[in-house]
T-cell receptor, first 114, second 116 residues
Framework: QKEVEQDPGPLSVPEGAIVSLNCTYS??????FMWYRQYSRKGPELLMY????GNKEDGRFTAQVDKSSKYISLFIRDSQPSDSATYLC??????????????FGKGTKLSVKP | DVKVTQSSRYLVKRTGEKVFLECVQD?????MFWYRQDPGLGLRLIYF???????EKGDIPEGYSVSREKKERFSLILESASTNQTSMYLC???????????????FGPGTRLTVL
C-alpha cells in the first residue's frame, strides 16, 4: 500500500460548483498536511497548510483533516475557471526534527468549465 | 516572498551528454530538494541536501548526482543523459521545523528536459 493515495482524475466541474479533493494515507505518524496547486508547466505552489486534525479556511478554500480515518480533503467553493490546475496533497511526520521531507500524492487534475 | 529560480525552463540535450540543472533560492533555506515529475508517477525525490556539501539520496538517485557548494545553490547533474531522463525537473527549498520553519517546501518553476 502506498503511503499517500490520491485519485488522479481528471475531474471536470461547471463554474460555481463545490469541488472536493481528497487524499488517504497509511502512516498514522503524519501530523502536518499541505495542499499544493500546480498550474500547467509551472512548479507547485503552497495553497493550504494544516496541523493535526480539524479544519482551516482561507477564502473559498477549506482544508479538512480527519486523522482517525487517515483522510484529508480540500474543498473549493464557487469554483472558477482559474482554479483549473493539478492539486497535490503532501504530508510529513515531524516538525522540529525532520529534514523537511514531504510525502506527496500524485495529484488530481481539476478542470472548471465556464 | 520566497523565490526559487531554476536556470532553464526548457532544455534539449542528446543522449550521452552531461547535463547541469541549477537551482538558486534567496531565503537562506537550509534544505533543498530535486524532484522529477512524470505523468502518472507524480513527484519523485531524486536527491536532497540539508546543508552545504551534504547530500542524501532520495527515492530515484540512479543516473544523477548533485552538488551544493553554497547554501543558496543546489545543482543536479546528469552524468550521461539518457532518453528515460526526459522529464520535468523541479527544485524546492525549505526551512525545516527545527530551525524555525514549517517544513513547507517552496518550488521553482521547473525545467522541462528532453533527451533525444
Amino acid at each position: 500500500q502506498k503511503e499517500v493515495e490520491q485519485d488522479p482524475g481528471p475531474l471536470s466541474v461547471p463554474e460555481g460548483a463545490i469541488v472536493s479533493l481528497n487524499c488517504t494515507y497509511s502512516n498514522s505518524a503524519f501530523q502536518y498536511f499541505m495542499w499544493y496547486r500546480q498550474y500547467s508547466r509551472k512548479g507547485p505552489e503552497l495553497l493550504m497548510y494544516t496541523y493535526s486534525s480539524g479544519n482551516k479556511e482561507d477564502g473559498r478554500f477549506t482544508a479538512q483533516v480527519d486523522k482517525s480515518s487517515k483522510y484529508i480533503s480540500l474543498f473549493i467553493r464557487d469554483s472558477q475557471p482559474s482554479d483549473s490546475a493539478t492539486y497535490l496533497c503532501a504530508m510529513s511526520e515531524n516538525y522540529g526534527g525532520s529534514q523537511g521531507n514531504l510525502i506527496f500524492g500524485k495529484g488530481t487534475k481539476l478542470s472548471v468549465k465556464p | 516572498d520566497v523565490k526559487v529560480t531554476q536556470s532553464s525552463r526548457y532544455l534539449v540535450k542528446r543522449t550521452g551528454e552531461k547535463v547541469f540543472l541549477e537551482c538558486v533560492q534567496d531565503m537562506d533555506h537550509e534544505n533543498m530538494f530535486w524532484y522529477r515529475q512524470d505523468p502518472g508517477l507524480g513527484l519523485r525525490l531524486i536527491y536532497f541536501s540539508y546543508d552545504v556539501k551534504m547530500k542524501e539520496k532520495g527515492d530515484i538517485p540512479e543516473g544523477y548526482s548533485v552538488s551544493r557548494e553554497k547554501k543558496e545553490r543546489f545543482s543536479l547533474i546528469l552524468e550521461s543523459a539518457s532518453t528515460n531522463q526526459t522529464s520535468m525537473y523541479l527544485c524546492a527549498s525549505t526551512l525545516p521545523g527545527d530551525r524555525g520553519g514549517t517544513d513547507t517546501q517552496y518550488f521553482g518553476p521547473g525545467t522541462r528536459l528532453t533527451v533525444l
